[in-house]
């Protein structure tokens, strides 16, 4: 099979929700009453966050709606108030979008000519004189563990932590390199790599944030961004290997990056411990002892089907063919792609659409050939380019707090849950001081035990995941803030975007 080029996916709907942040740092509201917005809350949580939905768009402007994730749209009324509801007409609730050099963005109603504002408290639209309480920074809302896509080359930012720098000269996404956490403190972005190092402003990983790793971001609809150091600087790929550095004089629109969500790669072996790997003639083999990038597939899922799709390194899927055989040759669209998915206690069984279940033949090939599943329709799966998890659930993000000594589900900031693999689909989960994950008998969570517990971790989707805890119950998020293992089902609290 010749090599095909990787073709870049655009972002999903989730991955362009933003937050918009007022000149008092506090965040645009859709509150729970009476169709009222303010700008009162201190963090980005669901009400904070809105779909930017784009009409017409131009350099330095576009015309946008803000929809809310509840399916309301931001208004603003002839007397100036703003609240939420349903547009009554084309131009009711559709903004003027102005982009600033400084990183902000203005909203100027398109029927009355007014800025949106606000006071540090609430929001309305009263003046058509420009100041900088009409001023709003964008903040995208998507997970922090993302990618850098560089749609003028047509690569991906990488870590090389062997020089301690960044190139963006990764073809395909599927090492764990390529993956960044991206926080956001005090207005400014710092990017972190695998390694849990951060680019400065002198193109160099250094091990600490600080004020040399801040940069501003720029934010463009469409999943858009650049970051810059405040002073005239701008990060872009760089000379011909492409390092990512600061510059002043970029061409094309180097400086601009697609942001999205970092992928879920795995690997899958059979049970005598082969890896599932991809051949140059498009067959599909457990035949290797080494893991090898045609042995990484992208794992695709929709949470609302149970059906997977498994995508090869080389951009084919894998997808039944004539005689049952699997071949790594398959379309997006194809329904031949399309799996089934059966989960037992972190092992995955895949059933294609004709009903027949996946296995290994005695001469190695992956077939679809049986009827009911066995042991050698049971694949070991692992993460391949997740050395840590980021959870982030119906009310924020997992981490500790000094304030608690125990892990809560609803922080701003997250805290980095080091996988320590043990067998196919269960971990070891180890906190950032390297001491393990603790149980109570109430189903809560330490993060400074002396000794690792088995923990099993079942994907449910492209990004999402579910845990089983040491107790035999899923781990969930509770109202109250405190992460609980005590479900014997699986809700929507028990679902984890990673």
Same mark, same amino acid.
């Given at each position: ?11 999903? /709907? ?14 645009? =509201? ?25 009409? !017409? ?15 309301? @749209? &931001? ?42 504002? +606000? ?29 850098? @896509? ?11 932590? =062997? ?6 000269? /990764? ?39 600080? +004020?040399?790793?801040?940069?501003? %971001? ?25 390092? &990512? ?41 457990? =035949? ?5 990038? %045609? ?7 929709? +949470? ?39 989960? !037992? ?23 679809? +050939? ?13 993460? /391949? !380019?997740? #050395? ?6 119906? @009310? ?9 000594? &125990? ?19 269960? @971990? ?37 995941? =579910?845990?089983?805890? #040491? ?28």
């Amino acid at each position: 099979m010749d090599e095909v080029k990787w073709i870049h996916r655009h972002p999903k /709907a989730e991955d362009l929700r933003i937050g918009l942040i007022s000149w008092a740092g506090t965040y645009l =509201t859709f509150e729970a009453y009476k169709n009222t917005v303010t700008a009162t809350a201190k963090s980005l949580g669901r009400r904070q966050t809105c779909e930017l939905l784009v009409s !017409n768009e131009h350099e330095t402007q576009a015309v946008v709606r803000l929809k809310s994730l509840q399916g309301f @749209y &931001l208004l603003c009324e002839g007397d100036g108030t703003v609240c939420y509801g349903q547009p009554k007409n084309s131009h009711h609730g559709c903004f003027l979008l102005h982009f600033h050099r400084n990183s902000k963005w203005t909203l100027q109603c398109l029927i009355s000519g007014r800025y949106l504002e +606000s006071n540090g408290e609430n929001v309305f639209c009263n003046s058509r004189v420009l100041s900088a309480y009409h001023m709003w920074t964008p903040r995208p809302a998507l997970h922090v563990h993302v990618i850098l @896509y560089s749609p003028i080359h047509r690569c991906y930012a990488r870590t090389d932590p =062997t020089v301690g720098r960044i190139w963006v000269d /990764a073809a395909v996404p599927c090492l764990e390199e390529c993956g960044f956490l991206l926080h956001f403190q005090d207005g400014c972005y710092h990017l972190e790599t695998s390694t849990h190092h951060f680019l400065s402003h002198v193109d160099r990983l250094v091990s600490q944030p600080s +004020s040399q790793t801040a940069f501003h %971001m720029q934010v463009r609809p469409g999943g858009l961004v650049a970051l810059c150091d405040g002073e005239g600087g701008m990060l872009y790929p760089q000379g011909t290997h492409l390092l &990512l550095g600061l510059g002043s004089n970029p061409v094309r629109g180097e400086e601009w990056f697609i942001l999205q969500h970092c992928p879920t790669w795995v690997s899958l072996r059979s049970k005598t411990r082969r890896f599932i790997s991809v051949t140059y003639d498009a067959e599909v083999h457990a =035949t290797s002892e080494r893991l090898t990038p %045609m042995s990484l597939f992208q794992f695709e899922c929709d +949470s609302e089907s149970p059906t997977l799709q498994l995508r090869a390194a080389t951009g084919y899927y894998l997808a039944q063919r004539h005689h049952k055989i699997v071949m790594a040759n398959g379309h997006p669209l194809e329904s031949d792609t399309f799996f089934r998915v059966q989960w !037992n206690y972190g092992r995955i069984i895949l059933q294609s659409l004709s009903g027949h279940f996946l296995g290994i033949a005695a001469n190695g090939l992956l077939m679809a +050939s049986a009827s009911l599943p066995g042991p050698n329709e049971e694949f070991g799966i692992r993460l /391949a !380019n997740r #050395p840590f998890l980021v959870l982030r659930g119906r @009310y924020g993000y997992v981490g500790s707090s000094s304030e608690r000594d &125990l892990i809560q589900c609803n922080m701003d900031q997250p805290d980095c849950i080091h996988l320590l693999p043990c067998r196919q689909g269960i @971990y070891h989960f180890q906190a950032q001081g390297g001491s393990f994950w603790s149980i109570t008998s109430f189903g809560t969570f330490r993060p400074w035990g002396k000794f690792a517990l088995n923990f099993c971790i079942e994907l449910q989707g492209s990004n999402l995941l =579910t845990v089983l805890a #040491p107790n035999g119950f899923y781990i969930r998020a509770d109202r109250s803030g405190t992460l609980l293992a005590d479900s014997e089902d699986i809700t929507k609290e028990c679902i984890w975007e990673f």
